[in-house]
């Protein structure tokens, strides 16, 4: 949808300052090295925030605007997203400039077809206009299923996996248990592969975090050489400058250190839900082991109930390639549960005496 605007003259200005600024953002961004958005930010950001005075969220958008430009081709037009500008009314809009948000009358100039920007408007300048051009999605769409996001990948692996053991084994002297295990093997294929990269992206993101929180300590730590040596030297208009980047920077910590806090909590869940889905299989297969001797104790001609202990078998077997949980081994395995069982007697021996004492 095209938006034609009508500017006052200080309106005007204030757009066109606004352009000028995010062409010395995009001069700034052509002289970096960065590849992705991540070096991008760490290396520019900040940088242009400073000599530009561009609004937060158009110095994001410039970041990846940047990527699709052609160097040396001229700029004349600004991403835009739902927090740079918004309908007010039938006739009037809101931009956030360089100087702040205006507010400017528009006039509907027609539609056309196709929108592959990433940005969800543009801002754009010409010799005799200014205009807005918005990306509309027209027509009703189904609502999709939204539980992968309401659970988390890892939290539906979780139960997925618990149901193929639980729903499998109980019901195995039923119709068709195998059914119940192929069906959650198959939604273990498509989701697994997701659970392990969202671990991955948790631990990845981690990192970065503790990167730049160990940056910003070291920065504060140095502007307090600065502070104090600004204040000997009776500068004290820079170190009241330099306090207040620090003051800043300080204020950037506080929330690096609630981001860290809650992807520690986020790669513990994971890893213990992880945990969960081993232990889960350690318990299936004891059942499976019990069904198995079961079956040697009885004569050779297999009955409805036997089969379905050897499809279960299979089902369990499938869900172990899907998952990666390793197998038990063979060698020593009887030494291993007797070792587990002699560590809970302990354990359960360790909480009587707990509640014995009054520690409890």
């Known amino acids: 949808m095209l938006l034609n605007l009508s500017p006052s003259q200080e309106d005007l200005a204030a757009l066109q300052a606004t352009l000028n600024a995010y062409r010395a953002a995009l001069g700034i961004?052509?002289?970096?090295?960065?590849?992705?958005?991540?070096?991008?930010h760490e290396?520019?950001?900040?940088?242009?925030?400073?000599?530009?005075?561009?609004?937060?969220?158009m110095a994001t958008l410039a970041l990846r605007d940047h990527s699709r430009r052609t160097a040396g081709a001229p700029v004349d037009d600004i991403p835009l997203d739902s927090k740079l500008f918004s309908i007010k009314g039938p006739d009037s809009l809101s931009i956030a400039t360089t100087g702040g948000r205006v507010v400017v009358p528009y006039s509907v100039g027609g539609y056309s077809n196709g929108w592959d920007d990433f940005s969800e408007a543009r801002l754009c300048f010409s010799s005799s206009s200014i205009s807005i051009l918005v990306g509309v999605q027209a027509g009703l769409h189904p609502q999709k299923e939204t539980?992968?996001?309401?659970?988390?990948?890892?939290?539906?692996?979780?139960?997925?996996?618990?149901?193929?053991?639980?729903?499998?084994?109980d019901a195995a002297e039923g119709a068709n248990p195998v059914?119940?295990?192929?069906?959650?093997?198959?939604?273990?294929?498509?989701?697994s592969e997701e659970a392990r990269g969202a671990l991955g992206v948790a631990l990845a993101a981690g990192h970065r975090l503790k990167a730049k929180a160990d940056d910003l300590d070291a920065e504060i730590r140095d502007l307090d050489d600065k502070i104090r040596t600004g204040l000997e030297k009776g500068r004290d208009?820079?170190?009241?400058?330099?306090?207040?980047?620090?003051?800043d920077l300080e204020a950037q910590r506080t929330a690096l250190a609630k981001a860290i806090n809650e992807n520690a909590?986020?790669?513990?869940?994971?890893?213990?839900?992880?945990?969960?889905?081993?232990?889960?299989?350690?318990?299936?297969?004891?059942?499976?082991?019990?069904?198995?001797?079961?079956?040697?104790?009885?004569?050779?001609?297999?009955?409805?109930?036997?089969?379905?202990?050897?499809?279960?078998?299979a089902a369990l077997e499938a869900v172990e390639r899907v998952t990666?949980?390793?197998?038990?081994?063979?060698?020593?395995?009887?030494?291993?549960?007797?070792?587990?069982?002699?560590?809970?007697?302990?354990?359960?021996?360790?909480?009587?005496?707990a509640f014995r004492e009054g520690q409890r």
């Open 265 to 313: 909590h986020e790669i513990g869940e994971a890893e213990a839900t992880l945990r969960s889905i081993a232990s889960a299989r350690t318990d299936a297969m004891k059942r499976l082991e019990d069904a198995k001797r079961a079956e040697r104790a009885v004569p050779a001609t297999a009955t409805p109930s036997q089969r379905n202990d050897q499809r279960l078998a």
């Open 29 to 40: 961004l052509e002289g970096t090295s960065g590849a992705n958005l991540v070096a991008l």
């Open 237 to 247: 208009d820079l170190a009241r400058a330099a306090t207040g980047v620090q003051i």
């Open 324 to 353: 990666g949980v390793p197998a038990k081994p063979v060698q020593g395995a009887a030494e291993v549960e007797e070792l587990g069982r002699i560590q809970r007697e302990d354990a359960i021996e360790a909480r009587l005496k």
């Open 43 to 57: 290396e520019a950001y900040e940088e242009i925030r400073a000599k530009t005075g561009l609004p937060s969220r």
């Open 179 to 191: 059914a119940v295990a192929q069906q959650a093997v198959r939604e273990i294929g498509k989701i």
């Open 147 to 169: 539980t992968m996001s309401n659970e988390g990948i890892l939290a539906r692996l979780g139960r997925v996996i618990a149901g193929v053991v639980n729903t499998a084994v």
